[in-house]
């Protein structure tokens, strides 16, 4: 299992995955049950940056549910972006570009409100130097923010593994939101917590235990706002 996992990181594991199995597929959640988070930090007006997009049809609920106009995607494959390219190319909104999440100087500093990541980062933590490629990852999605942006980082990373990590790539400002690995489009009755509401969350992320219990079957989703380019790397 090693090897598949370090592949996380490589462009040739996603081109063989994608030529061999070209439906579309969503890592952790769908847009329909990540709705209300994006609702709530992501203006309609803001440019959106979707990394390591995959074939999922996150970003076409983004446009056709969400109302949002301009979302570009981003993924090291190129047999996807082309596969997502010919999808929707009547589809002016939905921008595919092939592109390293570690190298994104194809765009200007600020060129984006938000960046949405689902799973990206935590691939690239699977893979090997995972620790340096994910600080290039992170430095790259700050920098291609606009000040006062933010970064949904949706993961299985606890605040133990994240927080440090986050905290360390960049100056970000972070609130945490969890929402059950299994969330449909039913709402269940009794959520663990309610996805719109922050979890308590200090230096070392303890209160986020103290608050789930242990051991939470949840997706963490974190908001990142970036601080002002004085810190700039």
């Given at each position: 299992?090693?090897?598949?996992?370090?592949?996380?990181?490589?462009?040739?594991?996603?081109?063989?995955?994608?030529?061999?199995?070209?439906?579309?597929?969503?890592?952790?959640?769908?847009?329909?049950?990540?709705?209300?988070?994006?609702?709530?930090?992501?203006?309609?007006?803001?440019?959106?940056?979707?990394?390591?997009?995959?074939?999922s049809a996150f970003s076409e609920g983004l446009v056709d549910e969400g109302g949002y106009s301009d979302v570009v995607n981003v993924d090291i494959s190129s047999v996807v972006i082309e596969a997502m390219q010919n999808k929707y190319k009547d589809r002016p909104q939905l921008k595919y570009?092939?592109?390293?999440?570690?190298?994104?100087?194809?765009?200007?500093?600020?060129?984006?409100?938000?960046?949405?990541?689902?799973?990206t980062l935590d691939s690239i933590l699977c893979g090997s130097n995972s620790r340096q490629n994910a600080t290039e990852m992170l430095e790259e999605v700050w920098r291609v923010l606009k000040d006062k942006g933010v970064y949904i980082l949706v993961t299985y990373g606890a605040p133990l593994y994240r927080l440090r990590l986050l905290k360390e790539s960049c100056s970000w400002s972070i609130k945490l939101h969890v929402i059950e690995k299994?969330?449909?489009?039913?709402?269940?009755?009794?959520?663990?917590?309610?996805?719109t509401k922050p979890v308590p969350l200090n230096d070392d992320g303890s209160s986020v235990e103290e608050a789930l219990g242990r051991n939470a079957d949840?997706?963490?989703?974190?908001?990142?706002?970036?601080?002002s380019s004085a810190n700039e790397h």
């Open positions: 299992m090693a090897t598949g996992t370090q592949a996380y990181g490589e462009s040739w594991y996603w081109d063989n995955r994608y030529t061999n199995e070209p439906g579309p597929f969503d890592w952790y959640q769908k847009y329909i049950t990540l709705a209300p988070i994006i609702n709530l930090y992501v203006p309609q007006n803001h440019s959106i940056l979707v990394v390591g997009s995959g074939n570009v092939k592109m390293d999440v570690r190298d994104m100087s194809a765009f200007e500093s600020g060129s984006f409100g938000s960046v949405i990541d689902k799973g299994l969330a449909s489009e039913e709402k269940s009755d009794h959520p663990l917590w309610e996805l949840v997706h963490y989703i974190y908001i990142c706002t970036k601080e």
